[in-house]
């Protein structure tokens, strides 16, 4: 595999490293990367409280991070050498790739590099050492979300699932169908630190797209980390109980203050294991008092909420947008984990620009659950794709359909794209309800 240490350039080294304790000499390095992250995402610098509890998240997450360091010395009065000009952190989750199969994946984030050192291959080079790496270790998927769409393609990362920010409207129009099936009880946040990792380990189980969560979201949901890295003393949060009495829903909610109108409750974290917690929690965030509004910025696009509601415009979403990028490693390997719930046979062409996974394979499912994947170097293909576009098509969130309509799967049998379709499908809507 390519070494990650290797030096790229004279210019250029490059460090990876784990995330050590608080009182490991090799600290300091760490919260020097993560303050190079946050200038690269021109957020504040981070306190000292910040960085420690953010940093033993990091390590319990098990992340590697990567820097890249100028060789040469640095000009007087600018930042230090021992300021990485690159970053770049990875860390391995399984992915629920559908029908309650989890595959690891090699969860790329904090990906910057500093204005000044832009454009001279950086980024390719760490990214293109570290999904080689990855493939070397076993990983069939790696993934990441963009904070623009031009970047990943090019890497062969392909956009898998979606989220929307949605405004619901919690005045006299807002009524569900139904009946609640359990109870909802208001709770002190900090119990989430406890409970939500348990609703959560369900809905990884059950739900497409899901990537298991990382330390840091229990902290956030409990109030136990603000921006500041104090307790965010705004977080309120509710609990639904189920009828055996287990909790298998919670909201984790913010009031956004009385000095705009209208009144908005902001959903800071909504996690349900079954159908009836999820509208019912729904339930009680319109009954809230005083509220107007209630935002969430990582809804599904496919929302059971909208159906459940008598009034379906209750729910305003304006912003649609892409949120897990895949990138397969691995053909043969990620497709024989997935399960196919219609049978068929494809024959794949893949190109892929970094040389790793492309190739020509049979797809062969019997609607049962495991379907056989051969080599099929020299048959006729039935589509000819790129790795980014399987990446999309992978948890059945896009249409394979409408990829060829795009001019980006190419159809070589009439019909192959809408097998794909049928074959890629999985039990419902693919979300990610876990940013990184
Ligand atoms: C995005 C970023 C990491 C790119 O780093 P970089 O070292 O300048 O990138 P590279 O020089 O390795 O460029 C690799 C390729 O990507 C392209 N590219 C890089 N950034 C791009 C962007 N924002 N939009 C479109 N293409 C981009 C380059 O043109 C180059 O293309 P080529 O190799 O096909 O010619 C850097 O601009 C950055 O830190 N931006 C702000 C933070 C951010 O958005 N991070 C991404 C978080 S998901």
């Known amino acids: 595999m390519a070494d990650p240490n290797e030096i790229r350039s004279e210019k250029y080294s490059v460090q990876r490293f784990p995330v050590v304790e608080q009182d490991d000499p090799g600290f300091s390095r760490c919260s020097t990367w993560v303050q190079a992250v946050t200038h690269g995402f021109h957020q504040d610098r981070r306190s000292p409280e910040y960085l420690a509890k953010t940093l033993d998240a990091y390590r319990l997450d098990g992340r590697e991070l990567t820097g890249v360091y100028v060789n040469c010395g640095v000009p007087e009065h600018s930042l230090a050498a021992d300021v990485p000009v690159g970053t770049y952190a990875t860390m391995r989750k399984p992915l629920n790739i559908g029908f309650g199969r989890q595959l690891d994946a090699n969860l790329v984030t904090s990906v910057t590099v500093r204005g000044t050192h832009r454009r001279n291959g950086i980024l390719r080079g760490m990214i293109t050492a570290d999904l080689e790496g990855a493939k070397d270790d076993g990983l069939a998927l790696a993934a990441l979300t963009a904070s623009e769409g031009s970047i990943y393609g090019r890497f062969g990362f392909g ?135 209630v935002i969430w910025a990582e809804a599904p696009v496919d929302d059971p909420l909208t159906w459940a509601l008598e009034d379906p415009r209750c729910v305003d979403s304006s912003d649609i947008r892409d949120m897990l990028w895949l990138r397969i490693l691995d053909v043969p390997a990620a497709l024989r984990a997935r399960g196919f719930a219609a049978a068929g046979r494809l024959v794949l062409e893949i190109a892929d620009p970094l040389g790793l996974a492309g190739g020509t394979w049979a797809l062969e499912a019997d609607g049962g659950a495991a379907a056989v994947v051969d080599d099929a170097s020299g048959e006729a293909p039935d589509l000819t794709l790129d790795i980014a576009d399987l990446g999309s098509m992978y948890l059945g969130a896009v249409s394979p359909v409408t990829l060829a309509a795009a001019g980006r799967v190419r159809e070589h049998t009439q019909g192959a794209a809408f097998r794909a379709q049928q074959l890629f499908a999985v039990e419902r809507s693919a979300h990610c309800l876990t940013h990184f």
């Open 159 to 293: 956009v898998a699932t979606f989220e929307r920010s949605i405004t619901v409207d919690t005045g006299p129009r807002f009524r569900l169908r139904g009946e609640p099936s359990g109870t909802v009880e208001v709770a002190d946040p900090a119990v989430l630190l406890e409970i939500a990792p348990k609703v959560f380990e369900r809905v990884q189980r059950a739900a497409p797209g899901s990537i298991d969560r990382q330390e840091y979201y229990r902290l956030v949901a409990s109030g136990s980390i603000g921006r500041d890295g104090k307790p965010d003393a705004a977080i309120r949060s509710a609990l639904h109980y189920g009828a055996d009495g287990t909790v298998d829903g919670y909201v984790s909610y913010r009031f956004k203050g009385w000095d705009t109108k209208p009144y908005v409750m902001e959903i800071v974290d909504l996690v349900a294991a079954t159908n009836a917690a999820y509208l019912d929690l729904w339930r009680f965030l319109g009954s809230i008092d005083l509220i107007d509004q």
